[in-house]
């Protein structure tokens, strides 16, 4: 193999792991992760997201397309094909477009509360990011935390006012 490729595929592979913990039961945190319609009110740095089969609610054979944008002055587009799923439990599923790689999503229930853990490996497939990565790896994946930041911080939100209306009213 070309040495000059080797580099560059070594430099351009990313694995990031995200897990947080949210005051809610898993039901409704699943049930809202997988409601992909609704993920432009709550998440920020989503610009775009379209389904490319009929369905409603995200399951295993599902496609869908989705435009991403952080705080670099790019936005990055890609296809997920949903590979595997138990309901609440995990989805995983695999990317091609922009960036090529698979991510798996998986829930915990404890006493009082959710964990969410995300694990992503991807490496882009733009050349000029491949060609940037030696250099731009860090504000790279700054940009990644970025944007991961945006999607907690939302769908706690969100989650948090779906409870907040749900709660029994004093007579």
């Known amino acids: 193999m070309n040495p000059f490729y080797d580099f560059l595929n070594k430099k351009n592979q990313y694995c990031f792991n995200n897990s947080w913990d949210i005051d809610a039961p ?5 049930d809202e992760l997988i409601n992909y319609k609704q993920w432009p ?8 997201i379209e389904q490319l ?8 054979g599902n ?6 944008k952080g705080l670099l002055p790019y936005s990055i587009t890609f296809d997920s094909a949903i590979k595997d799923f138990m309901r609440y439990s995990f989805l995983s599923f695999t990317v091609t477009g922009d ?4 991510g798996l999503c998986s829930l915990l229930p404890s006493q009082n509360n959710t964990t969410v853990n995300f694990i992503w490996k991807v490496s882009p497939t733009q050349l000029w990011i491949k060609m940037s990565s030696p250099f731009a790896r860090t ?3 700054e940009n990644h935390n970025y944007i991961m930041e945006q999607i907690i911080s939302g769908f706690t939100r969100m989650i948090v006012q779906k409870i907040s209306s749900r ?5």
């Open 139 to 141: 504000i790279f994946i």
């Open 53 to 60: 089969d009929e369905f409603d609610h995200l399951q295993i």
């Open 63 to 68: 496609n869908i397309r989705s435009t991403w």
């Open 41 to 48: 009110f709550w998440c920020d740095g989503l610009e775009r």
């Open 167 to 171: 709660a029994p009213t004093d007579i």
């Open 26 to 30: 898993i039901g409704l945190i699943w």
């Open 99 to 102: 960036l090529r790689g698979e």
